[in-house]
């Protein structure tokens, strides 16, 4: 498989303190990639630095080979989608007012949508699973409703990448099975997916690379077997391996194994 | 929507030149107009010389004020944003003041430097207020508005002082210019003044249509907007210098008339959805017409004395405004 996103040796301050330091990693075309670290470790920044939405202070991001700082937005924005945490809407936009705004980096100034555009804004709708919602004003749905409008937008962008921040925040485990079921049928039609997760529990069995974000260190990956080590996940997360559900499940898991 | 509104307008038109001291009917514009019946010398001067200028005069106030108001709400996703709350009308009273009083003799390529101090003032402070409230790469929606408020307050205060110490030279004449343009009395303009005002208006208006678009991505917020391919900064200096024009048009018809570019676009988006490329055409009619029947309210209501238009509508829109906070109050708690 063919490099769709390389970051390399990334750095990024925010005022005054070093957020990201010496970030690389490597997105394969069709890949599905969990983003993992503790809170302020710099997960939402590196998915907007991927997106292009922020420039690190040093480093290279490369997008097919070509560094992004040479492309347009447009270019970048007709690649890659993120779906941020929030979305919060000032008038009372409909689902597919919301959705059609997926369709800017095609539309020029002068010209309104047109043919093209309305079919991939139902085609969006159709996959994200929220076509019977479209007239629905966006600001009176639940969390997960907004969740897939919200990977509908980045859909109607028609991209290559989807760039997810924490998409299961806020949903119940009902939803948060809906939208991982949502995540792999878009893998499956050949979108690569790089998601922040808090979760954990989630990481395992449904992404092929995990990375980790620690503080200080420099990131990490691999698969979700290598990375989600009880060792490795005590010391990224400063956790105490016998106060964590998560941790003494894991340790039970890998005595398992090794027996 | 547009055919109705364009009928209405035309129809509040006929009825605000008629409706005065001077009654002159429908029925008579309708025969001079089909050349039934031509009007009396006196009907003709009262018509070209007082009441059409004037009457066209509102409508071009109120559509750059529903515009920029238009325009602002939407760059600043505040439906509170309207040009008198951020301080655009202001910093345009202040440079008109200035205008009024120092250089009431100047003009530029046909621009009296009143109305381009005016755009200046307008301008000026829109940037000003703009860099106060931006932080960290984003605009921080209660420093806006208390930024807006602080120097829309002291600059229109500040106006007072022109009265005060009136330098046009003119005496009474010179200060009850000032004053009305304080209190929000439409001019009658000369009919030059009126073409450059409708063409400037115009021009604002055509250079803003193909940002309503983006004015849609940008109610996302910046980031979102940015991500989706538009160059943010750009836009927003686009639209706040379209803005500035808009108001600069109004406040130099009309002086200082609070809360037309509140509510005129509130009222437009709750009737038709949010979509600035819809709301543009008729926030600009709507805001004509809302202008004309209130200054023909303005001139008659109390006739033969007249209250400036500006203090009739500030009675409706308070309470408006009232109700807008009121009711917008789970997006501005802090």
């Not at chain 2, 003044?193 to 021009?203: F, I, T, Y």
Request: include cysteine; hydrophobic fraction near 50%; aromatic fraction near 6%.
């Amino acid at each position: 498989m063919s490099s769709l996103l390389r970051v390399e040796g990334v750095d990024f301050d925010f005022q005054g303190h070093r957020v990201l330091r010496q970030a690389t990693f490597d997105l394969e075309e069709g890949s599905c990639s969990a983003m993992i670290g503790t809170n302020g470790s710099g997960k939402t920044t590196l998915l907007r630095i991927a997106a292009g939405v922020l420039r690190p202070a040093a480093g290279s991001v490369r997008l097919r080979g070509r560094p992004m700082a040479a492309l347009s937005l447009k270019e970048i924005a007709r690649t890659i989608a993120l779906v941020p945490q929030q979305l919060e809407l000032p008038f009372d936009f409909t689902v597919q007012q919301v959705v059609e705004q997926g369709r800017t980096p095609y539309i020029g100034m002068l010209r309104g949508p047109g043919r093209t555009d309305r079919i991939a804004v139902d085609r969006a709708l159709d996959l994200a699973d929220v076509s019977r919602l479209r007239h629905r004003i966006f600001n009176e749905l639940s969390g997960g409703e907004r969740q897939r409008v919200k990977i509908a937008l980045g859909l109607a962008q028609q991209p290559r990448l989807l760039l997810l921040d924490e998409p299961t925040q806020n949903l119940d485990i009902g939803r948060q099975v809906e939208l991982i079921d949502l995540l792999h049928f878009l893998r499956d039609e050949g979108i690569t997916i790089l998601a922040s997760m808090h979760d954990l529990h989630l990481v395992d069995k449904n992404f092929s690379t995990v990375l980790l974000l620690s503080p200080g260190q420099a990131l990490a990956s691999g698969s979700p077997e290598q990375m989600l080590k009880p060792s490795i996940l005590e010391h990224a997360f400063q956790c105490p391996p016998d106060r964590h559900p998560l941790l003494i499940e894991r340790a039970e898991l890998y005595r398992k194994e090794a027996r | 929507m547009l055919a109705s509104l364009t009928a209405a307008l035309g129809l509040v038109t006929l009825v605000s030149v008629g409706t005065g001291a001077v009654a002159i009917s429908p029925r008579t514009l309708f025969a001079a107009m089909l050349g039934h019946q031509p009007l009396t010398q006196m009907q003709r001067l009262i018509l070209f010389q007082i009441r059409l200028p004037r009457v066209l005069a509102s409508g071009l106030v109120g559509s750059g004020l529903a515009l920029a108001g238009l325009l602002f709400q939407g760059l600043f996703r505040n439906p509170i944003a309207d040009p008198y709350v951020i301080g655009s009308s202001g910093g345009a009273i202040f440079g008109a003041c200035i205008g009024i009083s120092f250089f009431s003799q100047w003009s530029v390529f046909g621009f009296s430097a009143t109305a381009l101090l005016a755009f200046a003032g307008s301008a000026a402070t829109m940037a000003l207020v703009y860099s106060l409230a931006r932080s960290g790469g984003r605009t921080n929606v209660v420093t806006l508005l208390l930024a807006g408020f602080a120097i829309s307050t002291m600059f229109t205060n500040s106006s007072y002082f022109f009265e005060l110490f009136d330098r046009t030279g003119n005496g009474k004449a010179g200060k009850d210019v000032l004053a009305s343009w304080l209190h929000g009395v439409v001019s009658i303009p000369s009919w030059t003044e009126l073409g450059v005002s409708a063409a400037l208006l115009a021009l604002a208006t055509v250079a803003a249509l193909p940002l309503m678009r983006t004015l849609n991505t940008l109610v996302l917020g910046d980031e979102y907007a940015q991500q989706l391919g538009i160059r943010v900064e750009s836009a927003r200096v686009s639209i706040i210098l379209i803005g500035s024009l808009m108001t600069a048009v109004a406040v130099s018809l009309g002086g200082m008339i609070m809360f037309a570019g509140l509510i005129v676009p509130h009222v437009a988006r709750l009737l038709l959805g949010p979509d600035h490329v819809r709301l543009l055409p008729v926030s600009a009619l709507a805001g004509a017409i809302f202008l004309m029947l209130a200054d023909t309210l303005a001139r008659t209501i109390f006739a033969p004395s007249e209250i400036p238009v500006g203090v009739l509508i500030a009675f409706v829109g308070g309470p408006f405004f009232l109700y807008l906070l009121r009711k917008m109050k789970r997006s501005y708690t802090v």
